[in-house]
């Protein structure tokens, strides 16, 4: 028996692994033999100035090689006027290499600037800046007020939205699945906001040799199944153990509402890093009107949790959700105050959007199981519709 299978597995690995092998020798023909294939055409220089910093009587930008070919930097100039300028480590950059280039230059706040960088071929690249303003440096005063907006417009709105759970654990079944489908549409919102503000910080900021759509396509259906699957998982260990299925679903729409609060709280750290954004009171209180609907999502399917209602047990369940849910704001507007990325920003917005999406399939599923499989209901369709328009509208004011 096992004399004859080993021809057969044999002729398995063989066959998967010919056509490894003519690719391999495709690419080696490619850029061996037939590299003069590959030299068609002019290759362009493309360099891309991810982020300009003022620093005391400097300017610095941070330049990466997003074109084809290795390019020198070989001029800067402040608003058109040529600037010395010192460049580390060195002018010469491979591709996807960065450098910083350090340009002397009395600048004022709230000033704007032009800052332009030329390659040795004489292709010069620009970036304005609508309104200068001083670089954060981390200081425990910084961190400490980072915190504090990070728990205004996390924290504290999605634990107030958890004050609904007494009101819902008390409505009908009918009012119920009304506001578990209120979830939904407010999820599905946070979902297509986070997706917008992916594909609007890869357009503004990110290289294009990054394909910044694709980018934020490819993670967000990564994030969606990779939590997809946790969270089927998740849902099947509840039916075996002390877990029950609400506190499950609950977890994973936490989890996936603090994945969208880190992305809106590198939005926040990186405003308040450029200078760009003012924290008035009626800010805030947009903030939090806005994000209190949060709150909301996670009660819903909670208030189906039978182990327990409004005792120590619970009252640590919501503390610990509603930490998971807000917090995740505050560690964003450390990340983007501090050491802020276009890619990592798009990244994390993204991984956002498919941790909400995921969490939109397992809310429906709870509501097929609640409402006897049926998803057209008028209090299904009138809740999504109610929830987005809840969000749509507390959106305006932030």
Known sequence: MDLSNKPSKAKLIASGAIPFVFVIILIAYIFGPGSDLLDLGVPLPKITMEKIEFIDSEIHVT????????????????????????????????RFETALVRIPFSWNVAE???????????????????AAAPALEPSLELVG????????VGIIPVMIGLLWLPFIKKISKNKYHFFLA???????????????????????????????VLLVATVIVLSFLGLYYSGEKLVKKAESSRITKPLAVALMIAIGIGLH??????????????????????LIVGFALHNTTEGIAIASPLSRDKSSFLGKAMIGKLAVLGLIAGAPAIFGAWVGGFVYSPFTSVVFLSIGAGAIFQVIIIIFKWIREEDDKNLS????VSGISVGMLIMYLTSILV
Do not use: H, W
Request: net charge negative.
């Open 145 to 152: 007020f980072f915190a504090i907006i990070g728990t205004y």
């Open 261 to 282: 609060n880190f992305g809106e709280g590198l939005a926040i750290g990186a405003a308040v890093g450029l200078g760009s954004i003012a924290f008035s009171t009626f």
């Open 377 to 380: 209901s008028a209090a299904v």
């Open 63 to 94: 330049v990466r090689n997003t074109g084809p070919i290795p390019v020198v930097i070989a001029m800067a100039d402040v608003n058109d006027r040529i600037q010395s300028a010192a460049i580390e480590p060195d002018k010469f950059l491979e």
């Open 112 to 130: 704007p600037y032009t800052i332009g960088l030329t390659v040795d071929d004489g292709t010069r690249f620009e970036k304005e800046i609508e």
């Open 182 to 212: 209120i979830t939904v549409g407010l999820l599905l919102f946070l979902a297509i906001d986070s997706v917008e503000e992916a594909l609007d910080v890869s357009k503004e900021n990110l290289a294009g040799s990054f394909n910044g």
